[in-house]
């Protein structure tokens, strides 16, 4: 598994169109962090991971519903767990590498809750946030027909949502008790 060419495949070059929306997106975040930050809403750390968590969600968007090319008709699958009865009982690698790279898909989200919340994120809520940002990317292939809907995904997703967030916590409390 080559994750350098996995990514460099599913990350063409960005359109002008999708880098002048993408600049858009990110100044009115920044323009919006920057205030709360002003006002003293935001300390600083907060307001550099949520603007990092722009653009990183903007790059998983592109690779994973925009930058794909639409399909004749919607594709879903709704059967729970099918991705893993394909590894389990029909010995498909291939389908073992998906679900593990859609547990790692949400891992920096995952770790940039922390600083973005400037508290502990308990592990429900972290699954939480990786399941609904992975809901709005499963519902955006479904509707522009740009991939397969399916619940497998959010849960992976989820899952490595999580793992970032409990990972990050835990490499913050052994710097803390490092001081």
């Not at 960005?14 to 993408?22: D, Q, R």
């Not at 600049?23 to 750390?45: D, M, N």
């Not at 399909?71 to 010995?91: A, D, I, T």
């Not at 955006?140 to 992976?156: A, N, P, S, T």
């Amino acid at each position: 598994m080559d994750l350098y060419q996995i990514f460099i495949t599913h990350n063409r070059k960005w359109s002008s169109v999708e880098i002048f929306c993408f600049i858009i997106v990110f100044l009115t975040t920044a323009f919006i962090v920057g205030y709360l930050h002003h006002r003293k809403h935001f300390v600083y750390s907060q307001a550099v991971a949520v603007l990092l968590t722009v653009a990183f969600l903007a790059v998983v968007f592109e690779s994973t519903v925009f930058g794909r090319n639409p399909l004749p008709e919607r594709q879903y699958e709704l059967h729970l767990f099918w991705s893993w009865n394909e590894v389990f009982f029909k010995g498909s690698n291939k389908m073992l590498e998906e679900n593990l790279l859609n547990c790692l898909l949400l891992v920096p989200f995952g770790a940039l809750l922390p600083a973005i919340f400037h508290k502990r994120i308990g592990w429900k809520r972290s699954f939480l946030y990786g399941f609904l940002i992975s809901l709005t990317i499963e519902l955006c292939q479904l509707v522009l027909r740009r991939g397969l809907f399916e619940w497998d995904d959010m849960i992976h997703n989820a899952f490595g949502c999580m793992l970032g967030c409990k990972t990050m916590e835990f490499i913050y409390r052994k710097l803390k008790a490092a001081n």
